[in-house]
């Protein structure tokens, strides 16, 4: 049984370029959201997609899009980078969008630096 | 709206005492309270939870137990061992969505 996983694991950019991050959820879960975590601080929610259309939305700018697909997977885009959006990006899934409240499950991250 | 307050920040004891973290949080619409324990470099990890419709949840060395009139609910850990080292966090889960404060930094010495 596969857990959360995500791609790829560490990534540098420089500002104003563009990243695209990936996420396959845990085996029989359809909801993936998304999470920037700061050092030191809490993972903050960015989205959450259920059923290809994104569902609930966290305090973020537009530069942050994102896409589910029919397998579930989803990816995170970031547009226009800034020294601020370095951070590790987690990725959680879980089962059943935001009909019911279902345990999350976190993958390893993918960390993103921005020079 | 959602809004968690973890007490202490910080937490310092040493090996085989036991260790207790509170939360409290706003909404009364909660009916899902998890804890994740975070170690350096690591993705969170759910390592127990607890529904609305119960009071206390035991797993081996960590319990949580629930307060809905109060609002707040809390993590027992008995006989602390160095690998419970960690940051432990309690998101205020609603709808799908979790709310995460910046958690309490674990330090079990030996």
């Known amino acids: 049984d596969a857990g959360v996983t995500q791609s790829p694991t560490h990534l540098i950019k420089t500002r104003g370029q563009q990243v695209t991050l990936r996420c396959s959820p845990k085996s029989g879960h359809d909801t993936v959201s998304w999470y920037q975590q700061a050092l030191g601080q809490g993972p903050q929610f960015i989205f959450q997609?259920?059923?290809?259309?994104?569902?609930q939305r966290g305090n973020f700018p537009d530069r942050f899009s994102g896409h589910q697909f029919p397998n579930y997977s989803s990816e995170l885009n970031v547009n226009a980078l800034l020294l601020g959006d370095s951070a590790l990006y987690l990725c959680a899934s879980s089962l059943g969008g935001t009909l019911f409240y279902n345990e999350q499950f976190f993958g390893p991250g993918t960390r993103l630096t921005v020079l | 709206g959602e809004n968690v307050e973890q007490h202490p920040s910080t937490l310092s004891v040493q090996e085989g005492d036991s260790a207790v973290i509170k939360c409290t949080y706003s909404?009364?619409?909660?009916?899902?309270f998890p804890w994740y324990k975070q170690e350096l470099g690591k993705r969170p990890q759910l390592i127990i939870d607890?529904?609305?419709?119960?009071g206390e949840k035991k797993d081996q060395r960590i319990a949580v137990t629930l307060n809905k009139t109060a609002k707040h609910f809390s993590l027992h850990i008995t006989e602390t061992q160095p690998e419970d080292s960690a940051v432990y966090f309690c998101p205020e889960a609603n709808a799908g969505k979790s709310t995460f404060g910046d958690g309490t930094t674990l330090t079990v010495k030996p």
């Open positions: 997609y259920y059923e290809e259309e994104e569902r």
């Open positions: 607890i529904r609305s419709n119960v």
């Open positions: 909404d009364s619409a909660s009916n899902y």
